[in-house]
């Protein structure tokens, strides 16, 4: 049997493993986007493997679709990783980190109004934070540009 790792995430990943009989330590790069056949071994071995790194995120490539959160590393038994599912699973993963994001920015000014509304300093809120990212020297077209801007309520009026 034949064991597949997929790396879907936009950086190079290292794959360690012990091997079950020998205790070797194995680690196999896998470049971002791509994928490696990292073992051919007996289904005992394989089991290990998956059961030892699904407690870190590892997630079988025909389950991604009922995913709902980030995937870093998927595998296939027998069988590559399909391209397609690589593909939607880079894109997937680039809404969820956005999405993630943007729930921190705003978690992170809530908490410094209210840390300032209690600070006895007489502010009374309408704080507003500008958070903008625009394309780096480094940064490819598929970059996506942010420019968001959150504004706290003013104390005694309701957020509608």
Do not use: W
């Not at 705003?106 to 625009?134: I, N, W």
């Amino acid at each position: 049997m034949k064991l597949y790792i997929a790396n879907t995430t936009k950086q190079r990943h290292v794959f360690t493993f012990r091997m079950l009989e020998t205790g070797r330590l194995r680690q196999i790069p896998i470049p971002h986007g791509g994928q490696m056949q990292v073992l051919d071994g007996s289904s005992d071995e394989i089991d290990a493997v998956i059961q030892h790194h699904q407690a870190y995120g590892l997630v079988d490539s025909s389950r991604i679709d009922q995913s709902k959160a980030f995937i870093g590393l998927c595998y296939s038994i027998n069988k590559p990783v399909s391209s397609a599912v690589i593909e939607k699973t880079l894109r997937d993963n680039d809404h969820h980190l956005t999405r993630e994001a943007h729930n921190r920015r705003q978690a992170s000014v809530a908490a410094l109004d209210s840390t300032l509304r209690e600070s006895g300093t007489g502010y009374s809120g309408e704080m507003e934070f500008s958070a903008e990212r625009t394309k780096g020297r480094d940064d490819g077209d598929d970059v996506s540009d942010i420019n968001e801007k959150i504004v706290t309520p003013k104390s005694g009026s309701r957020k509608k």
